[in-house]
């Protein structure tokens, strides 16, 4: 090869920080579910991946869904996988939770709770940050 680099076998390692912002509720579109889905592809592929739950979003995590009257799949249970994929960067924003009356005992994780001035300064050090 001339002036480009051999090609490792193994293929360049590169790690980007990707960002999953949830701010709407779990149930009523397909965002929450495909955004959960979509990080862990992207866990799979051993990236720096976060996850944010803010505004509305924060009802994703809540214990105790009960999906049977809108006819739609309780997902929520999935979130307890991310430990299993090694998302360890799991945030949730404080005023969120304070604005819906919730407390971490109303969760079915438990994400870092960050405010938005801390949740602003993360986000800046990412290189994507998607928001559903």
């Known amino acids: ?45 051993e990236q720096f991946e976060s996850l944010v739950f803010m505004d509305d979003g924060v009802y994703q995590l809540t214990k105790d ?21 090694d998302v360890e960067r799991v945030y949730i924003e404080k005023e969120s939770l304070d604005a819906r009356g919730l407390t971490l005992d109303d969760l079915i994780i438990q994400p870092e709770v960050l405010t938005t ?5 993360i986000m800046a050090q990412q290189d994507v940050v998607f928001s559903s």
Request: charged share 30%; net charge negative; aromatic share 12%.
């Open 1 to 45: 090869m001339s002036e480009m680099e051999e090609w490792d076998e193994d293929g360049p390692e590169i790690v980007k920080r990707f960002m999953y912002v949830n701010r709407r509720p779990p149930h009523g579109t397909i965002y929450a579910l495909e955004c959960l889905e979509v990080v862990l592809i992207t866990a799979a592929f």
């Open 65 to 85: 869904q009960d999906t049977t009257g809108i006819g739609t799949k309780n997902f929520s249970r999935t979130y307890r996988a991310l430990d299993d994929y």
């Open 117 to 121: 001035i801390e949740l602003r300064e």
